[in-house]
């Protein structure tokens, strides 16, 4: 016995159990905390720190054979601390990342963080506004950074500290920052390569521009606003409002040569009046008879000694929007841009990086912010007799979603790459099935945005970033020009001295023939995050261990709102540069946003964090932490309003577990998940049942010295067992085999939601309360451990915190052979010996549904909370059922608290002998006859209690009835076939079936 762990220590003892000896930081259950209700905050204490302290995240092989599987975070942002969003990325990364260890495989799981370039000098801007009231400009670049890298540093321990305290099993040891030496070297090599490749080229084009950061953003930082009606628009970076979704008609006076016809102005209309001095021509369509006769002629421009060529464009000009006359804008709007280029037209930037006008406006105009030139020229044209009105009209703005300025369309030499020939063999990986995604569906946007790829802008003019390795060269006596022409040079290295030895060799000069000036921009953070699968893995140094055994990975999952921004290009910059493809699987999940479907956004006051939710939080303290924040006292005040909504009550402690198992039932198949923190708190109780369902299979134990967690028990072979314990073995197996196939298909809501239902009404409802009553062979005992073990196992990937508590209670054999964890446990499989078992599972699925029936005729009788036994008789079809029924006699009677009177066959049933005085009373007989496979009791007795226009017996209806509405409309909604797992379809509707027959009845 010195080698059984005693289950009376187990129990009662005061201290903490130690696993074993030898092994670092064993004191991780509380057993303390087993004499009490379950405790999340004890639960978790302690586990992260003895499973990293034993190394069990890092890549290691534990069985024959083993297979390799790595996979990378996506790196979240150093902005600030994760949200929910997260917390499901993380979970879905780990129930995988859990399942491929315990089966054994080499899991090398690599975690990392973005400097996150636009996104985090904003917010390290409005930070030092706040605390000291300067801008960056005030601090200057070197102090600007070294405060960036503050903020950096304080960012990435509340980040690390949060994925370990939702149970994130990440190898530490192999972190990375995509601005740390090795990846910056990796972001340099890769743009050199693509550069001397000829696939990354400079080119001015128009660009999204924010004046606020007086930097190009990308399409995924804008905020698209449609605005019906006028309307008085407050930007964040402007003190006053703005008038927008309006229209305004401009004359154009045309020109009248010598022998011309004599023509009427043309009225054009805009919603951009301040760009007026960026015309360059105006524009028809060739078909409108209005103006068949302005073809060929000019008009004079409102403000500039010029005139503007009528142009005819049937692609830019509807003839039923506004007059049919529009104003071309090359450098200012997308659209003109296309025209100017269908018709040779000049191109003149009229803007300033600050959003003020150039000197390309007339003096009184220079310095003007755009906004404010917008009521200046308005007023200029009134005076001019040129102004004629403005109406109501339907505007499209955008908005930077990182400043709050409305961007403007302006032409900008910026670095491109060349995306066609990447897109195309990233497509082709898909089609040839080199790629695979989870869900399929997400391949037609793949194969839309790649079959119609635009080149990719890399540069931002930002502070914080990687630096772009590439030099303008300038030979001794070029003339040197303030703007950028097609004759320039430039040449990119990963150092100084690389390009120096480039330009040398290449144009055959000495190093003092020129001088070289490094870009000042810095490149997109998607740049560098596309490299990410390689890059943490030690590329470029392609014979580093880690990029030989672990790349390429086996698995990329991320949102599918970044499906483009960052996965596409993984695959297209990864495969370039490598030529592999930089994962095998894609799985995708969705947005998650608050109950109301609103996106989650801190000035909406609606974020969660995933450290709230595991700890709890008052309302109050919601609040405080707004109002530490650098919102804008508008914004605060919008997002307390939001809290007051949200979480009026704060947010109770749910622990992990709970967290974790709440995520993983969202299917991700849907379009977007609206978190319902009322199923989290739900889950938390099923923690509770989970712990209290332990404890009371320890106290079954404790007088079974023998039975024990065993190395082979995975393939135990019972012989003397009861046919409830037979059934609960092969409701097991089908389990084992529910949750391996669905972990191959990534379906992860269909195994949570399985096991939680096994759990809760299989092993608990039915199961235990059986194992109370029934007489009991020791092999008994041996099931109802077997089972709980193998049960622990199967959810650990999901709850891992819960599972390792429970599972190291446990009594089993101590030897240093046995895992130190139940991480590192083979996780279930199918045991073939318990095959034998499933011929009794039609028997005791009727057994429950006699169970159930008993149960609800009791309740709809009024009879539920009677003291004395009901008295009843039961008549089977088959002899088999009869058979059953009897050897189970003992459970049924104390389950249902009735006494069997007579228990035959059918043929035995005389139903002659019913007459109509019979009552349903606490000691009247009444029989149930179940058919098979019917299995719904037709009671023959005429019921007539007198207790059925009771109160009670009302509101019980009126109960049913509700429960039936919901269900209907819960089943008859368009997307309930789509989204909801068929096996919780079929469950609802036979719970519905249940419903209607219990209100007939």
């Known amino acids: 016995m010195n080698n059984i762990i005693s289950r009376s220590i187990l129990i009662k003892s005061l201290s903490k159990r130690c696993y074993s000896s030898g092994q670092k930081n064993s004191n991780i259950i509380s057993l303390d905390a087993f004499k009490t209700s379950f405790d999340s905050k004890v639960v978790e204490e302690n586990k992260y720190q003895f499973w990293e302290n034993n190394d069990l995240f890092k890549p290691k092989s534990r069985r024959e054979n083993a297979s390799r599987f790595s996979l990378v975070l996506p790196p979240p942002n150093i902005t600030g601390s994760l949200h929910i969003g997260h917390a499901l990325t993380n979970t879905i990364q780990d129930i995988v990342v859990r399942y491929q260890r315990m089966m054994g495989n080499e899991v090398l799981w690599v975690p990392g963080l973005d400097h996150s370039g636009i996104a985090t000098q904003v917010v390290v801007e409005k930070e030092i506004k706040s605390r000291f009231n300067k801008s960056r400009y005030d601090l200057g670049k070197d102090k600007f950074i070294q405060q960036v890298f503050e903020w950096n540093k304080e960012y990435s321990t509340i980040i690390n500290n949060q ?57 995924i930082e804008v905020d698209h606003m449609t605005i019906e009606k006028p309307t008085q628009l407050k930007l964040k970076t402007r003190e006053k409002t703005i008038e927008v979704g309006v229209i305004y008609n401009i004359r154009y006076k045309v020109i009248q040569n010598d022998g011309e016809e004599v023509l009427d102005d043309l009225i054009v209309s805009t919603t951009r009046p301040e760009t007026i001095f960026g015309d360059t021509a105006v524009a028809i369509h060739p078909q409108d008879a209005r103006y068949l006769k302005y073809h060929n002629r000019k008009v004079q421009h409102p403000f500039l000694p010029k005139q503007l060529p009528i142009v005819l464009d049937s692609i830019l000009v509807d003839m039923k929007l506004g007059t049919g006359v529009v104003k071309i804008t090359p450098a200012h709007d997308f659209n003109d841009y296309q025209c100017s280029q269908r018709h040779n037209l000049e191109q003149i930037n009229i803007l300033n990086s600050n959003g003020t006008l150039n000197e390309q406006v007339p003096i009184e105009y220079q310095g003007v ?52 020939q990447m897109a195309e063999k990233a497509v082709e990986y898909v089609k040839s099935g080199q790629i695979k995604f989870s869900p399929e569906h997400h391949q037609d946007s793949w194969f839309r945005w790649l079959e119609n790829i635009q080149d990719w802008c890399i540069s931002r003019q930002l502070w914080w970033g990687n630096e772009i390795p590439v030099y303008k060269v300038h030979f001794r006596n070029q003339i040197v020009k303030d703007e950028e022409s097609d004759s320039d040079v430039w040449v990119a290295g990963k150092t100084k001295e690389e390009v120096i030895q480039k330009v040398q060799n290449q144009y055959k000069c000495s190093i003092d023939e020129f001088t070289l000036h490094q870009d000042p921009d810095v490149l997109d953070t998607w740049f560098s995050s596309s490299l990410f699968p390689i890059s943490s893995l030690g590329w470029p140094n392609t014979l580093s261990e880690d990029y ?17 921004f960052w996965v596409a290009r ?100 849907g379009k977007d998940i609206n978190l319902d923190m009322s199923k989290i708190m739900g889950n938390r109780l099923f923690c509770n049942k989970m712990w209290n369902a332990s404890k009371f299979v320890m106290q079954q134990l404790a007088d079974q010295p023998d039975v024990m967690v065993t190395l082979d028990m995975d393939n135990t072979k019972f012989k003397e067992i009861t046919p409830i314990d037979k059934w609960i073995l092969s409701e097991m197996q089908d389990l084992i085999a529910m949750a391996n196939q669905n972990f191959q298909t990534y379906n992860l809501s269909q195994i949570s939601q399985t096991l939680y239902s096994f759990f809760q009404y299989d092993f608990c409802d039915f199961y235990l309360e059986s194992f109370k009553v029934q007489s009991k062979t020791k092999e008994s005992y041996m099931v109802l451990l077997n089972v709980l073990e193998q049960f622990l196992r199967l959810i650990h990937p999901f709850m891992p915190y819960i599972s390792e508590d429970l599972w190291q209670r446990l009594p089993k054999i101590s030897t240093n052979q046995y895992p130190i964890s139940i991480m590192i446990t083979q996780y279930p499989q199918v045991n073939s010996s318990h095959d034998q078992y499933k011929d009794i599972k039609p028997q005791i699925h009727q057994f429950k549904e006699i169970i159930h029936q008993i149960r609800s005729f009791k309740t709809q009788h009024s009879l539920t909370n009677q003291p004395q036994s009901l008295t009843i008789e039961l008549y089977m079809e088959s002899q088999q059922m009869l058979d059953t029924i009897s050897q189970q006699k003992n459970v049924l009677e104390k389950i249902t608290n009735c006494s069997v009177h007579a228990l035959s066959l059918l043929t035995q049933y005389n139903p002659s002998t019913i007459t109509d005085k019979d009552h349903i009373k606490p000691n009247t007989n009444f029989n149930l006859v179940f058919k098979n496979p019917i299995l719904t009791p037709t009671t023959t007795t005429t019921i007539t209690n007198n207790n059925n226009n009771s109160p009670s017996h009302q509101q019980q209806k009126e109960k049913i009835k509700n429960l039936i509405a919901q269900l209907e409309n819960e089943i008859n909604s368009p997307l309930f076939k789509e989204k909801v797992p068929a096996n919780v379809q079929k469950l609802k509707l036979e719970k519905l079936e249940k419903y209607k027959l219990e209100l007939l009845k």
């Open 369 to 420: 912010d755009r906004i404010d030139a917008r009521y200046k020229v308005i007023e200029a044209l009134k005076t001019k007799g040129l102004y004629i009105d403005k109406k109501p009209h339907p505007t499209q703005l955008h908005i930077c979603s990182r400043s709050g300025d409305l961007l403007e369309p302006v032409l900008k030499p910026q670095w491109y790459v060349n995306c066609k």
């Open 548 to 564: 030989q055994k672990y790349y390429p990975l086996n698995l990329m999952e991320t949102g599918s709102d970044i499906l483009f």
């Open 163 to 219: 994925l370990r305290m939702t149970g994130s099993s990440l190898d530490w040891s192999r972190s990375v920052f995509t601005l740390d030496k090795q990846r910056d070297n990796a972001v340099k090599e890769a743009f050199v390569r693509l550069f001397d490749q000829g696939l990354i080229y400079r080119s001015t084009r128009l660009v999204n521009w924010c004046p606020q950061l007086q930097s190009v953003i990308s399409d």
């Open 570 to 669: 993984m695959v297209m910059m990864c495969s370039t540069l490598t030529g592999t493809i930089p994962f095998s699987t894609i799985l995708l999940h969705p947005m998650i946003r608050d109950s109301q479907g609103r996106k989650m956004s801190k000035s909406l006051g609606n974020v969660i964090d995933p450290l709230h939710v595991i700890n709890g939080v008052s309302l109050q303290e919601l609040k405080d932490n707004l109002t530490r924040s650098n919102l804008s006292e508008k914004e605060k005040q919008i997002a307390v309003k939001g809290l007051d909504k949200e979480f009026p009550n704060g947010i109770q402690k749910c622990g992990v577990d709970s967290l974790r198992i709440s995520l993983s039932q969202y299917p991700l198949s």
